[in-house]
Nanobody, 119 residues
Framework: QVQLVESGGGLVQPGGSLRLSCAAS????????MGWYRQAPGKQRELVAI???????NYADSLEGRFTISRDNAKNTIDLQINSLKPEDTAVYYC?????????????WGQGTRVTVSS
């Protein structure tokens, strides 16, 4: 059974930093592309960042610079470092694992961790 468990969310003041983590189990972690998405209140879920099995990263255009995604294949974890937090970063952040193997697509989600940016 695939499990993705996020941690590290909380209440942070504007300008602060936060590091989110996602621990994966039940998958061959190293062959999956891993990502972070977020969903703000009343909005659709959106991509934050992706890191491929080879370590290449891709960020949402509006977020590059403040967000850094990383992965540790030995620990089956990914992290998201967020700096200079803004109130508009308030959202539930979700961990995602995905892989396409020929015609088969595998896509898994965690339960999310809430980040609130407020003074």
């Amino acid at each position: 059974q695939v499990q993705l468990v996020e941690s590290g969310g909380g209440l942070v003041q504007p300008g602060g930093s936060l590091r989110l983590s996602c621990a994966a189990s039940g998958v061959i972690f190293s062959i999956y592309s891993m990502g972070w998405y977020r969903q703000a209140p009343g909005k659709q879920r959106e991509l934050v960042a992706i890191i491929t099995s080879g370590g290449s990263t891709n960020y949402a255009d509006s977020l590059e610079g403040r967000f850094t995604i990383s992965r540790d294949n030995a620990k089956n974890t990914i992290d998201l470092q967020i700096n200079s937090l803004k109130p508009e970063d308030t959202a539930v952040y979700y961990c995602n694992a995905q892989r396409t193997w020929y015609s088969s697509k595998y896509n898994y989600w965690g339960q999310g961790t809430r980040v609130t940016v407020s003074s």
